[in-house]
């Protein structure tokens, strides 16, 4: 099992990105149960204050993993100019960090 860990902060993503990124409370649950529901993500956490979004994820799939979270993300950003590849970081278990997008 690895470790993933996808999000953005105020360096990768201006606030009206941030914005849209940001869950309300009543939300996580059921975020945290679409990503562990896949077959790829076996835990994950959610961590979101003011300056950035992260998704944490203990994976039996690392790609499966990372590929749920920017489609989650992704679907917050529907009608923005920029899509969660150009705004997100994600940093898999090789430790090197890389855009969303690739």
């Keep these: ?27 996580v649950p059921s975020v945290l149960a679409r990503l562990v529901g896949s077959e790829a993500v076996a835990e994950a956490v959610l961590l979101g204050t003011c300056n950035r979004i992260e998704l944490y994820l203990a994976c039996h799939d690392e790609g499966g993993a990372l590929e749920q979270a920017r489609t989650l993300l992704g679907d917050r950003l529907v009608g923005m100019p920029r899509d969660v590849g150009a705004c997100c970081t994600a940093t898999g278990s090789d430790e090197r960090p890389s855009t969303c997008s690739g």
């Design 1 to 27: 099992m690895s470790v993933a860990v996808i999000g953005a902060d105020f360096r990768t993503a201006p606030i009206e990105i941030r914005e849209r990124l940001a869950f309300a409370r009543t939300e």
